[in-house]
T-cell receptor, first 114, second 110 residues
Framework: ETGVTQSPTHLIKTRGQQVTLRCSSQSGHNTVSWYQQALGQGPQFIFQYYREEENGRGNFPPRFSGLQFPNYSSELNVNALELDDSALYLC?????????????FGPGTRLLVL | RKEVEQDPGPFNVPEGATVAFNCTYSNSASQSFFWYRQDCRKEPKLLMSVYSSGNEDGRFTAQLNRASQYISLLIRDSKLSDSATYLCVSFSSNDYKLSFGAGTTVTVRA
């Protein structure tokens, strides 16, 4: 086990709703990255948080937002859900921002938007 | 065009065989490359980082060809436990772009 936990494990929402996903990083890690993985695809980088600030962002619209807390845990918020947001959402924690450090992934949250 | 392209496979190989597959990347500014493995319905786990021209870790060898912009992964003496999807990843610090391929599925049969 990586020590990275995510909640909830599964979630069903309807179009237009909002969702908050949570991630607890591994002890000693100050960086959390979030990914969206659609069925049959590789993970797509959403954004990265380092010391409570967004440190980098992929090609996702502003309705995808996040937070990082002083204990380095993190939240991913998605507003105005669309059907295409149905995916596995993964967070990964690491000890640095360069991606040279090993990223440890959590088990993910499976989101279904109806 | 996708940033990282992989042959989806599947590669079906017998135990003990050698299997190799490539991934190509389009961002010439990419400096770091990684191979992750992902088991069915599980999270990705780092298999190896690929620096310079390549490196070896036990039965796994990764090679980087910057001129042709591809990375390869070779698995020797395949084990049943090697059955997984292998994800190729590139990272460019210039534009802070991290890109995963869609994965190559390998199935090792007894």
């Amino acid at each position: 086990e990586t020590g990275v936990t995510q909640s909830p494990t599964h979630l069903i929402k309807t179009r237009g709703q909002q969702v908050t996903l949570r991630c607890s990083s591994q002890s000693g890690h100050n960086t959390v990255s979030w990914y969206q993985q659609a069925l049959g695809q590789g993970p797509q980088f959403i954004f990265q948080y380092y010391r409570e600030e967004e440190n980098g962002r992929g090609n996702f619209p502003p309705r995808f937002s996040g937070l990082q807390f002083p204990n380095y845990s993190s939240e991913l918020n998605v507003n105005a859900l669309e059907l295409d947001d149905s995916a596995l959402y993964l967070c990964a924690s690491s000890s640095g921002t360069s991606f040279q450090e090993t990223q440890y992934f959590g088990p993910g949250t499976r989101l279904l938007v109806l | 065009r996708k940033e990282v392209e992989q042959d989806p496979g599947p590669f079906n190989v017998p135990e003990g065989a050698t299997v190799a597959f490539n991934c190509t990347y389009s961002n010439s500014a990419s400096q770091s490359f990684f191979w992750y493995r992902q088991d069915c319905r599980k999270e990705p786990k780092l298999l190896m980082s690929v620096y310079s021209s390549g490196n070896e870790d036990g039965r796994f060898t990764a090679q980087l060809n910057r001129a042709s912009q591809y990375i390869s992964l070779l698995i020797r003496d395949s084990k049943l436990s090697d059955s997984a999807t292998y994800l190729c990843v590139s990272f460019s610090s210039n534009d802070y772009k991290l890109s995963f391929g869609a994965g190559t599925t390998v199935t090792v049969r007894a």
